[in-house]
């Protein structure tokens, strides 16, 4: 149970770093954040989906009924046994949901916190079946599903982690606002530059 916790971690680490970073970055080069941040996000998403999906495989070693394939969930197993197009399953549903969850995500950055952003997220919550459609079409069509008790445990849960999804992305759009933030920026170039400034003096 550990190490498929442990190893979707990494993977879940690397997307962040790989997609959610770059598009912040890139967005602030822009004129458009919002605009740049939506398209650059959903282009890095839809190429690196794959490891979104293996990622979830690895993660559906703790659920109850997967524990007679642990001897399968293996990171070299999951690449070689599954093909590309099953690694691309459920990413219309993923880019479907990217579009309300960036927006919140988007809107949390600017230090918006009144009706707009709280409609925004009520939007992402109300949409929130997209991600169990994503990760069920994610599961099933390998040698990795478990068949009926999955299957029929991933239908009846439509919103099960709808509220840790909302809080932990909550914390992600505040933990951005400095990096989405120009005025926050220009404080922290003009703060360095300060600094130097002030060490040269003493020099």
């Given amino acids: 149970m550990f190490s498929g916790i442990l190893k979707g971690s990494i993977l879940a680490a690397a997307q962040l770093s790989l997609v959610l970073y770059p598009s912040v970055y890139i967005a602030n080069k822009s004129s458009s954040k919002y605009t740049t941040f939506l398209a650059t996000y959903s282009v890095l998403d839809a190429l690196l989906y794959p490891v979104d999906t293996i ?5 559906s070693e703790t659920h109850s009924g997967l524990s007679n394939l642990n001897k399968n969930l ?13 690694l691309y399953r459920g990413v219309v549903f993923k880019l479907a949901l990217n579009v309300p ?3 919140s995500l988007y809107l949390t950055t600017q230090g918006d916190s009144g009706a707009t952003t709280a409609l925004s997220w009520a939007v992402t919550a109300a949409l929130y079946p997209l991600n169990t459609f994503k990760v069920r079409s994610q599961l099933l069509p390998t040698q990795f599903s478990v068949g009926k008790e999955a299957n029929a445990s991933l239908r009846s849960g439509l919103y099960r982690g709808v509220l840790p999804f909302l809080l932990l992305n909550t914390f992600v759009g505040w933990s951005l ?8 920026l220009e404080e922290v170039r003009h703060g360095v530059q300060h600094e130097k400034y002030e060490q040269l003096r003493k020099e």
């Fill in 55 to 59: 990622k979830n495989i690895l993660y």
């Fill in 74 to 86: 293996e990171l070299r197993n999951i690449i070689e046994s599954t093909t590309l197009g099953n």
């Fill in 101 to 103: 969850y960036l927006t």
């Fill in 177 to 184: 606002r400095p990096l989405f933030n120009q005025e926050k």
